[in-house]
C-alpha cells in the first residue's frame, strides 16, 4: 500500500520544479515513513537540479527534512510513529568510517545518497503513475509532502521544538557548525576566520561562539549578511570589496593570525590568503565547492615553517544521532540562534524560493507544507 503524495520533481537538468501527485513506497523493515513538515533548500539541491552535480533524472530532490513519523518497518526501534524528526544523510553503519562514529565519510556515502534508488536492489520509493521517479535523494528527497529514510538518517528530537525549521540542522547548519566544532575542534578562546557568510559560514559562526571561540572574524562582501554576522557574534566583519588585502587586515585585527580558518566559497584566492592568515599549527577547513580543475593553492614552504594542516570537511565530521541533537539543544539554551537564518516559503513556491537564496537575499529558505 503506497501513500498519495505531491512531490516536487525535476525532469530535466536545468528545469523549474513542478509539483506532481506521486505515490510514496511503505517503508520496508529498516525505514519509516515522515509525513512532511519542513524542509530546508540547501545549495547542493540547486547544484543537483543545475547539472553541476551529476544525478540521474527524473528526481525528487530535497535533503534538510523535518516531519512525523507516520509508520515503521519491523525492524526499526529507535524511532517511534508520532515522533518528530530531522532527516540527515544515509551512511551505512558498519564501514571503517561509521564505526568511528564518522558516518559522512562512509565508504557507501555516493550510492546511498545521490544514487536515485534504493542502494541495496534498485527499487525506487517514490513513482508517478507506475513510473520509477529518482528520489533516495539523501535517503529522504524530502521535497514531497511524504517521505521515506532509514532508521540511521532519523533523528528524533525534542517535541517542544519548532519543527518546521528544524531540517536544514539535518545538512546546511551541520556542516558549518559541524565544521568549527568537530573537524576544527574550536574551544573556548580559540580564533577563526570565516570566509562567506552564507547558511553554511554563519553556521560555522554560531557554532564557534556555542562553544565559546574567541575572535571570530567573517569575511563577506554582502552588506546584509556581514550586518547579520555582528548580531550572531562575530568579533569582525571584513567586506573584501572595500578591503583590497584581507590577509593584511585579518594580521592587524589579530596581531598574528588565526589558529583556524574556515573557507565556504571554493575560490582559490580566498583559500590562498586564508592559509597565510593562519598562526603556527593551524588548521584550514575547506568546505567551498572548488572549480573542477582548481589545486590547494599553498604554498608549501610556508606551510612547513608553520605546520599548517589543510582539510576538505564532508558534512560537519558529524554523527547526525549525536550533533542534531546537541545543536537542539544549543537552540534551546538561546545559544545557537539559527532561526535567524531562515525565511520560511510556501512549499508551492519552491523556485522562489531557491531563487531567493541564490540572488543573496535569503540566507536559507525552508518551505513549510
Ligand atoms: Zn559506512
Ligand atoms: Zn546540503
Redesign the pocket.
Known sequence: MSTAARAAVIRKTGAPWVIEDVEVATPREDEVLVRMVGT?I????MGCKDGHFPVPMPIVLG??GSGVVEAIGAKVSKVKVGDHVVMSFDSCGHCHSCDAHLPSYCYEFYPRNLSGMRSVDGSATITSKGEALNAVF?CQSSFATYAVAREINTIVVDKSLPLEILGPL???IQ?GAGAAVNALGIKKGDSLAIFGGGAVGLSALLGARAVGAGTVIVVEPNVGRGKLALELGATHVINPKETADVLAKIKELTGAGVHFGLDTTGIPAVIAAGVEALLPNGMMGLLGVPPPEATVPANMMSMLVRGIGVKYIV?GDADPQEFIPRMAGWYKEGKFPFDRLIKKFPFDQINEAAQSSLSGDVIKPVLVF
Do not use: Q
Open positions: 530546508g540547501c545549495h547542493t539541491d535533503h534538510e539523501f539535518g545538512c546546511g556542516t558534512e
